[in-house]
């Protein structure tokens, strides 16, 4: 755990620049109002639109420059703009030890060559777990996103023994490799994996079966990585010395009780570059204390179960879209991408139809509102199958404001 005195340097540190200074003064809040945990949320939640305003009204990085070597990330916001996160190299360097901690308890060896499929730019994400790899004594193959077959020409002719990947990308490189193919170990980021049942199993028998283990991470742009799994396989551990992290009902900013879904909020420690306090991620997670045998205490069990945005209470319940992608990802015949949403009222009650995206009319519907009903709480009235839907998710909420 974060020592509070640590957490209340960083708070004095994070005041100095403009983004915390005109947050926290318009809240009425200052670092020392902090004495221990009890005042912890009288800090004001931050939210990505905060950040984005302080760049527009600091440019070009919005305050966030210091003095000494920096690292430069570039995360593109497609309609809202570019958030350019600074890190100094000590920042660099501490995430990369933090890592490589991470992947020695994930599986990873001197011994591994590792193929790396994420992107080396402009996210940062490639480069990342390359350094961390290599740091690990490990040989890397800078293989970078795309061409399933090349990724699984270059696994079988060099050697290939463990993979970082979109879980999603590596199902397609699977059924391409040699049967004596030499992957064992997967470490999978990008997109929800433990949150669909069954997806690692079918990711674990496209590489042959038992003998490979799966491991399952989370991080974002603005942060970087803030959770993975160790080789027991049973929950994403949260970096628990990096990272306060807090689950919150996203309409009142509560704490909600342990183990119940919210929105998770992260602080960073220690963090020179572009340090984050209260960050409202936007991600869906349950969270719980646990004793894993590797010492982990904080757990995200199922990893991130989807987005908070567009959050609808339907029949009493609070519905989050997003996570319905994850549900239809557990049905290979259906795009886990495309549906769409409809909620209206009749009768005095809420209503909602599902309309999913399939190449096929043979949905076994009853199963998918199981499905649903045991992840989301709530089911469709209807299922409709479309062969093709806008791309994305949609929403059309005919309920009128009276219904929220
Ligand atoms: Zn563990």
Redesign the pocket.
């Known amino acids: 755990m974060v020592e509070m005195a640590a957490l209340k340097e960083q708070l004095t540190y994070a005041y100095q620049f403009p983004l915390y200074r005109k947050l926290w003064d318009a809240a009425q809040f200052c670092p020392n109002d902090i004495q221990d945990w009890n005042d912890w949320t009288h800090i004001p939640l931050l939210t990505r639109n905060d950040i984005l305003t302080t760049i527009r009204d600091n440019p070009p990085y919005g305050g966030f420059w210091f003095d000494g070597p920096k690292r430069l990330h570039i995360t593109p916001f497609p309609g809202l703009g570019t958030i350019p996160v600074l890190a100094s190299m000590e920042d660099v360097q501490r995430s990369i030890a933090r890592e490589t901690e991470v992947f020695r308890?994930a599986g990873f060896t001197r011994d591994d060559v590792v193929q790396v499929t994420f992107g080396y730019a402009p996210f940062y994400t490639g480069m990342h777990f390359h350094l961390v790899a290599e740091a690990v004594g490990a040989v890397v193959v800078p293989a970078g996103p795309g061409n399933a077959e090349q990724q699984a020409h270059w696994i079988a002719e060099l050697g290939v023994t463990a993979l970082i990947t979109n879980p999603s990308f590596a199902l397609k490189i699977g059924p391409l490799l040699p049967n004596n193919h030499r992957v064992r170990l997967i470490y999978a980021g990008g997109e929800p994996l433990s949150a669909v049942e069954g997806f690692r199993e079918r990711l674990r028998s496209a590489f042959g079966g038992p003998g490979v283990t799966i491991i399952d991470s989370y991080g974002i742009s603005e942060v970087g990585m803030m959770a993975t799994?160790?080789?027991?396989e049973?929950?994403l551990?949260v970096y628990s010395n990096a990272i306060v992290t807090e689950i919150l009902d996203p309409e009142t900013g509560k704490s909600v009780p342990q183990g119940q879904p919210g929105e998770l909020v992260v602080t960073q420690v220690k963090q020179e570059g572009f340090p984050l306090v209260r960050f409202r991620t936007s991600d869906l997670t349950r969270l719980v204390s646990?004793n894993?045998?590797?010492?982990?205490t904080v757990?995200l069990p199922k990893g991130i179960l989807g987005r908070i945005d567009e959050v609808r209470k339907v029949k009493g319940v609070k519905l989050y879209p997003s996570q319905i992608a994850v549900v239809l990802a557990e049905f290979p015949e259906v795009s886990p991408r495309n549906y769409r949403v409809r909620l209206w009222a009749e009768g005095g009650t809420d209503h909602m139809e599902l309309t999913i995206q399939s190449s096929t009319s043979h949905i076994n519907e009853e199963r998918l509102k199981e499905r649903m009903r045991s992840e989301l709480l709530i089911a469709p009235n209807r299922v409709c199958v479309e062969t093709l839907l806008a791309d994305g998710m949609q929403i059309i909420d005919e309920r009128g404001k009276g219904a929220f």
């Open positions: 308890r799994e160790c080789q027991a049973r929950g551990h646990d894993c045998a590797c010492g982990e757990t």
